[in-house]
């Protein structure tokens, strides 16, 4: 059984910064791409970022170009997504998901990061971004 878990969400004020982990356990980051998305109240859910270390590649919405940053740490089977100059508009539940295969990340640029594309889904951290 695969699991991903999220955490590292809070509260911070605006222009701060938080760094958001996602653990997988029953398989390992080879093969596969790792997508983070978020929901806000009212809103679909939105594919900020994905990345592959099997065929290498990243993914960031415009949303969150120039301020967010993925990672992995193969060692210990970590994605992690550090969050820099938060805003408002951020606030939102963040989830981590496992696409089966790398091309998903690959096109994201093109077809754009589809919740449709990830099979497993961590259950979500809050973040909030507040004055």
């Known amino acids: 059984q695969v699991q991903l878990v999220e955490s590292g969400g809070g509260t911070v004020q605006p222009g701060g910064s938080l760094r958001l982990s996602c653990r997988i356990s029953?398989?390992?980051?080879?093969?596969?791409?790792i997508g983070w998305f978020r929901q806000a109240p009212g809103k679909e859910r939105e594919g900020i970022s994905c990345?592959?270390?099997?065929?290498?590649?990243?993914y960031y919405a415009d949303s969150v170009k120039g301020r967010f940053t993925i990672s992995t740490d193969n060692s210990s089977d970590t994605v992690y997504l550090q969050m820099n100059n938060l805003q408002p508009e951020d606030t939102g539940i963040y989830y981590c998901?496992?696409?089966?295969?790398?091309?998903?990340?690959?096109?994201?640029?093109?077809?754009?990061?589809?919740?449709?594309?990830?099979?497993?889904w961590g259950q979500g951290t809050q973040v909030s971004v507040s004055a």
């Open positions: 998901a496992a696409a089966q295969h790398w091309s998903h990340c690959t096109l994201a640029p093109v077809t754009g990061l589809r919740t449709v594309e990830h099979d497993i």
């Open positions: 029953g398989a390992t980051l080879d093969g596969h791409a």
């Open positions: 990345i592959s270390d099997s065929h290498p590649s990243l």
